[in-house]
């Protein structure tokens, strides 16, 4: 099927909906199409569109819960994704990283995932980051971030992330899995007002060695595509409105195929945010 | 004999002695140290555990934390 695009008629979804404020600049044609099941979406727009392009999305690990979420963010229209992965692509990943292919096989996660993901999505920028992030470049690019997803497949990072959202107050989201196990999360440093205080990383109790990982365990396949879901909705959901919503948790039960939805509660002495969270 | 207590674990209904608190649960039924709880939908710190003292019905759920992705 061939699309014409100059007789597209923008007019016949926009009319659903009610722009908050008035439009700087339409969607241009082929992006108007790109993205039109999504503006037919009862709370979408052309603003909210433009105002997803003007946002910036570090995923620090593109494997598999990096895959699916930058996909789906990718595909929304976030307007700059930067993906972070010093690993190289190996057969044994293929399974549930859904953005590589075999000829893949030695290159570097986040550079294979950025051309992948720019077949997908040409009106967007995406960036690798091919490097083991420090701490330092880590909190630097943190900084320069709308919203941070922790798609990691070890401790270290993880809780690196939490530290310098602690310390930069910023909103983070992050999951973790191994054989069935796996549970995704949204940390909110941010308190007061209205928003009871929510807990971190360290205050759910990820301030030891945890055990294997995949590599040790296995992992069950669907089940970090699943994570990787999530993350990206919950993306496009703080992306959107930036509601301050307070720490929680989406745990995996495998025996019900099924999520649960927990807050986390704020450790007191938690020597990440037990300092500042009474700020 | 001494008084027993109908709680919900993972789902599964369960009798457990009546002034069982989390930390008591936890070494009564997971294997592995590191665990985190929910009780009744609130995930409590783990220092907390030896101050909740388990109620008739309460819900928890008891989870592997993992560090994989």
Same mark, same amino acid.
């Given at each position: 099927?061939?699309?014409?695009?100059?007789?597209?008629?923008? &007019?016949?979804?926009?009319?659903?909906h009610?722009?908050?404020?008035?439009?700087?600049?339409?969607?241009?044609? /082929?992006? =108007?199409?790109?993205?039109?099941?999504?503006?037919?979406?009862?709370?979408? &727009?052309?603003?909210?569109?433009?105002?997803?392009?003007?946002?910036?999305v570090?995923?620090?690990?593109?494997?598999?819960?990096?895959?699916?979420?930058?996909?789906?963010?990718?595909?929304?229209?976030?307007?700059?994704?930067?993906?972070?992965?010093?690993?190289?692509?190996?057969?044994s990943?293929?399974?549930?990283?859904?953005?590589?292919?075999?000829?893949?096989?030695?290159?570097?996660k986040?550079?294979?995932?950025?051309?992948?993901? /720019?077949?997908?999505?040409? =009106?967007?920028?995406?960036?690798? #980051?091919?490097?083991?992030?420090?701490?330092?470049?880590?909190?630097?690019?943190?900084?320069?971030?709308?919203?941070?997803?922790?798609?990691?497949?070890?401790l270290?990072?993880? #809780?690196?992330?939490?530290r310098?959202?602690?310390?930069? /107050?910023?909103?983070?989201l992050?999951?973790?899995?191994?054989g069935?196990?796996?549970?995704s999360?949204?940390?909110?440093?941010?308190?007061?007002?209205?928003?009871a205080?929510?807990?971190?990383?360290?205050?759910?109790g990820?301030?030891?060695?945890?055990?294997?990982?995949?590599?040790? /365990?296995?992992?069950?396949?669907? #089940?970090?595509?699943? #994570?990787?879901?999530?993350?990206?909705?919950?993306?496009?959901?703080?992306?959107?409105?930036?509601?301050?919503?307070?720490? =929680?948790?989406?745990?995996?039960?495998?025996?019900q195929?099924? =999520?649960?939805?927990?807050?986390?509660?704020?450790?007191?002495?938690?020597?990440?945010?037990?300092?500042?969270?009474?700020? | 004999?001494?008084?027993?207590?109908?709680?919900?674990?993972?789902?599964?209904? @369960?009798?457990?002695?009546?002034?069982?608190?989390?930390?008591q649960?936890? %070494? %009564?039924?997971?294997?592995? %140290?590191q665990?985190?709880?929910?009780?009744?939908t609130e995930?409590?710190?783990?220092?907390?555990?030896?101050e909740?003292? @388990?109620?008739?019905?309460?819900?928890?759920?008891?989870?592997?934390?993992?560090?994989?992705?």
């Amino acid at each position: 099927m061939v699309i014409n695009l100059t007789t597209l008629e923008k &007019s016949s979804t926009s009319a659903n909906h009610s722009a908050p404020t008035a439009l700087q600049s339409p969607l241009p044609d /082929q992006q =108007f199409l790109y993205y039109s099941r999504q503006l037919l979406l009862p709370d979408w &727009s052309e603003q909210r569109q433009l105002q997803l392009q003007q946002k910036k999305v570090l995923i620090v690990g593109m494997g598999g819960l990096g895959c699916p979420a930058a996909t789906y963010l990718a595909g929304a229209g976030v307007g700059w994704l930067l993906l972070a992965d010093g690993d190289k692509v190996e057969l044994s990943n293929l399974p549930r990283q859904t953005l590589f292919r075999v000829s893949d096989v030695g290159a570097n996660k986040a550079q294979a995932a950025a051309a992948t993901l /720019q077949q997908l999505n040409p =009106f967007i920028r995406i960036d690798a #980051l091919p490097v083991i992030l420090d701490e330092a470049e880590l909190a630097r690019r943190i900084a320069w971030a709308d919203l941070v997803l922790d798609c990691s497949d070890n401790l270290a990072t993880k #809780l690196a992330i939490n530290r310098i959202c602690q310390q930069q /107050q910023r909103c983070w989201l992050g999951a973790s899995a191994s054989g069935y196990q796996g549970y995704s999360w949204l940390i909110n440093p941010a308190s007061g007002g209205c928003l009871a205080k929510g807990g971190c990383l360290e205050c759910l109790g990820h301030q030891q060695p945890l055990p294997g990982g995949c590599l040790q /365990q296995g992992v069950y396949t669907p #089940l970090v595509g699943q #994570l990787g879901l999530q993350l990206a909705s919950m993306a496009l959901q703080q992306l959107a409105n930036g509601r301050r919503r307070r720490s =929680f948790v989406h745990i995996y039960q495998h025996h019900q195929q099924q =999520f649960s939805q927990c807050q986390l509660l704020a450790d007191p002495q938690c020597e990440c945010c037990g300092v500042t969270a009474d700020v | 004999m001494s008084e027993k207590i109908d709680i919900y674990l993972n789902g599964d209904r @369960l009798q457990v002695a009546a002034g069982l608190d989390l930390q008591q649960l936890q %070494q %009564q039924f997971a294997t592995d %140290q590191q665990v985190a709880i929910a009780l009744n939908t609130e995930i409590m710190p783990r220092r907390c555990w030896p101050e909740r003292v @388990l109620q008739a019905r309460d819900q928890v759920l008891m989870f592997n934390l993992v560090a994989g992705g």
